[in-house]
């Protein structure tokens, strides 16, 4: 099942217009008839907020073709939903990919430094010895 197909089963289900739905998500009924029919897709944002307005689980919303399956070590299968992550970076706005950016500076910093503390623990911890 497509998204659009997913979101008009729910629609049905829940005897909703799509105007009435594109209000409870925040969203125009042009763009709401748009997802519906597969013409696009909601940003990440907009997920929670479907599945809200039909009571379901946002996992519900995730197309079948990003569902995978995948072995555990034990043999067993984990089904795991896969989101397109460069889609989802592309929704973001440019102060929050700066944002991203930022963090991803720091992270690297804090691993530098503390590869520098162990060096330095090793060569205490020999000195000791």
Not at 40 to 57: E, I, N, Q
Not at 59 to 80: Q, R, T, Y
Request: one cysteine or more.
């Amino acid at each position: 099942m497509t998204l659009g197909e997913i979101l008009r089963q729910l629609r049905n289900q829940k005897r909703l217009s799509q105007q009435v739905v594109a209000e409870q998500v925040g969203v125009c009924q042009s763009t709401y008839f748009a997802w519906e029919n597969d013409r696009s897709s909601p940003s990440a944002k907009y997920y929670v907020r479907l599945a809200t307005t039909f009571g379901v689980d946002a996992k519900e919303l995730i197309p079948d073709d990003l569902v995978v399956i995948i072995p555990a070590p034990d043999g067993s299968a984990l089904e795991s939903t896969v989101l397109n992550a460069q889609t989802l970076y592309n929704d973001l706005t440019a102060s929050q990919k700066q944002v991203i950016q930022l963090q991803r500076q720091r992270i690297e910093h804090l691993e530098a430094e503390n590869r520098r503390l162990v060096e330095r623990l090793k060569l205490i911890a020999g000195a000791t010895n």
